[in-house]
């Protein structure tokens, strides 16, 4: 809405920056896509306006009143659409809002829920681990025991039949017999 080059050239690239916030909120989009084509058919208007006028070779008053009318259409034309952008941003950004809170207890809750199922599986882990290590022990001595209790009763049965022990495990009663013959 300013003749000043220097403002000029500040309303677009805070224009362009706005262009640029909503196309991050649609998906690489500017606007919508009715908004788009809105704005370049009316740059496009502009453009074909300031060619006619510099063509029709009006004196040099004329031509600056022409060029100032079609600035101040264009500005407030692209005011306009900025005010629409801003309505549309905050409607955006109120409609985000909303939901946020929501989203984000669910998404730490499903956090919290993960991790208790991970220490829980650990735990459970853990404690598998150490049923299997205390089962393997058992078998283990089991298997010690029923070797020494198998031991001891070939040895009650040598006796009741009064067969002496051998001294020497494997020596056949000292007969130079093999073990298997016992």
């Known amino acids: ?51 006619e006028v510099e063509a029709r070779n009006l004196g040099e008053a004329e031509l600056a009143k022409m060029k100032k009318k079609l600035q101040d259409s264009y500005e407030d034309r692209m005011s306009q659409m900025q005010k629409m952008v801003n309505i549309r941003n905050i409607f955006i950004i109120k409609m985000i809002m909303i939901p946020v809170p929501a989203a984000f207890n669910e998404i730490l809750l499903s956090f ?33 025991m029923r070797y020494e209790h198998d031991q001891l009763e070939q040895r009650r049965m040598m006796i009741q039949l009064g067969l002496s022990v051998p001294a020497v495990i494997g020596t056949g009663l000292g007969l130079g017999l093999p073990c298997s013959i016992l």
């Open 112 to 144: 919290q829920m993960e991790n208790t199922l991970k220490e829980t599986s650990a735990a459970q882990e853990s404690m598998m681990r150490m049923l299997r290590e205390n089962l393997q022990k058992a078998q283990s001595d089991n298997e010690s």
């Open 1 to 51: 809405m300013t003749t000043d080059e220097g403002k000029k050239v500040e309303q677009v690239k805070q224009f362009l920056a706005q262009v640029a916030s909503i196309e991050e909120l649609n998906d690489g989009k500017p606007f919508t896509h009715e908004m788009h084509i809105r704005i370049t058919e009316e740059a496009e208007r502009l453009r074909e306006q300031q060619r």
